[in-house]
């Protein structure tokens, strides 16, 4: 079988005879005499050959999470923000069949009550593109671990993936995933069926209390995203039509259930692979913002969309990149209503992961530079107490390791 994350090559190549729609025109473009990041690099717990960063936050608490290889095993960790740096890094799981790739990456999030909740992905047996999801919890800041535990029930060998966690308003741990269980991972391409994006919610006991579908076709290894909003939660994905268009669509968890899935806007974005570069959501109040990438004008390009009715419309795309773009964005919503945005863009050989302003009325900040480096890079974004905060993982000596930085948000 063809590695979807490989798909990416293929699908760039045939672009010019994908049909791609127009792309969508950028924002206003207002004069900017606003706040711009000033990025400087931290020191980062994460120590050793270490990979697939990612950052967490809920109200000022930010949590980093990495995977760290010794020998012939992969370790879960994860260390907290605190006022004087990083706290000292804590283990949640290890194992020697940990999945382990730049795009899909574990997590570990704080909840309402303080559990700690994580996630990770284990493989089944030699096929790399077919693992299970497993979830634990911790009561006590992550000295300790629930057992691990999928939040699928299908007996298929195949992708469950690409999770997001979330809390669920009054009660506990929410998860969407791409569930590959209606798929044939030995069928011809073409004829092996469709990913789907599914949820599950667990009560504030740790006990599952559903396990349904969201979507039944989407695209095959995009990230997923989730945000809480003042209405409930919503999720941005990338879709895919039965004509290959793969726009960036939400759905909104409101009383229980899933909204039907709406385009966040018309790229028309006609691909026959996977490109390997989902959407980042963020929400504050009924504010919403998505950023995303998309290529449907032959050249890649990165937008945000806004949204002041907690998602149910968003306005007309701001551009955010400067040319370049390989995408791989990530957003988070100020307390002023902007935003700022990460993406990459690939300069002379090497990436070079950008940080920008952008404002409701199309205003934009100069792009500030968080790093340099080689290789593809997902890098994300969080917010903490007084800060904006960046990780992502570089190759140093023929050896992966997770970087930090961070830049001062206005009093």
Not at 102 to 110: G, L
Not at 114 to 120: E, I, P, Q, Y
Not at 245 to 263: F, H, K, N
Not at 317 to 332: M, N, Y
């Amino acid at each position: 079988m063809k590695s979807r994350f490989a798909a990416w090559s293929l699908g760039a190549a045939c672009l010019a005879i994908c049909g791609c729609g127009k792309p969508p025109a950028g924002g206003a473009k207002d004069a900017y005499s606003g706040w711009t990041p000033a990025v400087q690099p931290v020191s980062s717990p994460a120590s050793g050959t270490t990979t697939a960063p990612q950052l967490t936050n809920r109200g000022d608490r930010a949590i980093l999470s990495w995977l760290e290889t010794a020998d012939a095993r992969t370790i879960l960790k994860f260390a907290e923000r605190t006022p004087s740096g990083w706290s000292e890094p804590r283990v949640v799981a290890s194992g020697s069949d940990f999945v382990t790739n730049a795009a899909d990456v574990p997590s570990v999030r704080a909840l309402a009550d303080g559990t700690l909740a994580a996630h990770w992905n284990r493989q089944y047996g030699d096929d790399p593109e077919a693992y299970a999801l497993l979830l634990s919890w911790s009561k006590d800041g992550g000295s300790t671990w629930s057992q691990p535990a999928t939040p699928h029930h299908d007996s298929t060998k195949t992708q469950h993936g690409f999770g997001s966690l979330f809390q669920v308003p009054g009660s506990g741990l929410g998860v969407i995933w791409l569930d590959g269980r209606a798929t044939d991972p030995g069928a011809p391409d073409g004829a092996n069926g469709s990913m789907g994006l599914w949820a599950a919610v667990y009560g504030a006991d740790g006990r599952e209390v559903s396990e349904a579908p969201i979507d039944t076709r989407v695209c095959e290894c995009c990230q997923t995203s989730v945000a809480e909003t003042a209405e409930g939660v919503i999720a941005a994905y990338r879709d895919r039509s039965a004509g290959e268009v793969r726009d960036i669509y939400v759905t909104r968890l409101v009383d229980g259930g899933w909204s039907a899935p709406a385009m966040v806007h018309n790229d028309g974005w006609k691909i026959t692979g996977c490109p390997v570069n989902g959407p980042a959501v963020d929400a504050r109040g009924r504010h919403v913002a998505v950023a995303w990438f998309t290529a449907g004008a032959s050249d890649g390009e990165a937008f945000i969309a806004f949204s002041d009715d907690a998602g149910r419309t968003f306005s007309r795309p701001i551009r955010v990149d400067e040319g370049a773009c390989r995408g791989h964005l990530d957003v988070e919503l100020l307390a002023d209503g902007s935003a700022a945005v990460s993406w990459t863009e690939s300069t002379e050989g090497h990436s070079q992961v950008k940080v920008r302003r952008v404002e409701q009325n199309g205003a934009r900040s100069p792009a500030a530079s968080v790093a340099r480096v080689s290789g593809t890079e997902y890098p994300r974004l969080a917010h903490g107490q007084g800060e904006l905060l960046f990780t992502w993982s570089e190759i140093e000596n023929g050896h992966s390791r997770v970087r930090t930085a961070r830049a001062s948000l206005p009093k």
